[in-house]
């Protein structure tokens, strides 16, 4: 009895039962570009969310910032269902008295084409320091060019992951 105890104890010696955390030094990052042209807004988002927060990644760790930096192109182009060009509206506020503005969704994406994208994955995002520097490993474009060419990023199709 006593050698099988033995036996056991040596076998899971040998086996490491480690469960690694990820932090800032072993966290590699890849590029990723992302193209939106046609999808609909809130469903593109979500997955280019989890792509920046490393929600899809084996060594995820949910106080830091493990996820890749993503390219999104032609941002302009992106869709809404519905009625919602006209109906969804954007609550702002100037923090004085009687300075809440609303806007829709045709108003904001006429003066600035990438801001619908940016404030929906924005809000997808933990809202503290994290979410913060989670935000900038985000470059929006609103056309197919953008200038990151040289860091060989990996293309997406997130058609099929919807």
């Known amino acids: ?6 036996r056991k104890n040596k076998i899971l010696d040998a086996i490491s039962y480690k469960t690694l955390s990820a932090n800032k030094k072993n966290v590699n990052k890849d590029w990723i570009l992302i193209d939106v042209e046609h999808l609909p807004l809130g469903r593109a988002c979500s997955i280019i969310a989890k792509f920046l927060r490393g929600k899809y990644k084996t060594n ?3 106080h830091v910032d493990c996820g890749d930096n993503v390219i999104v192109i032609n941002a302009s ?11 969804k509206q954007y609550i702002s ?3 004085y008295p009687g300075g809440q503005k609303l806007k829709t969704s045709i108003q904001i994406h006429a003066k600035n084409k990438i ?9 997808m995002l933990p809202k503290n320091k994290l979410g913060d520097s989670i935000y900038r490993n985000l470059k929006v474009y609103e056309g197919s060019e953008h200038k990151h060419e040289s860091l060989k ?8 992951l919807l």
């Open 1 to 6: 009895m006593q050698a099988l105890i033995n």
């Open 60 to 62: 995820f760790t949910p």
């Open 77 to 87: 182009k992106i869709s809404l269902s519905g009625k919602k060009w006209d109906q």
């Open 93 to 95: 506020h100037s923090g």
């Open 115 to 123: 801001k619908l994208v940016e404030k929906s994955i924005k809000g």
């Open 153 to 160: 990023p990996k293309k997406i199709n997130i058609k099929d």
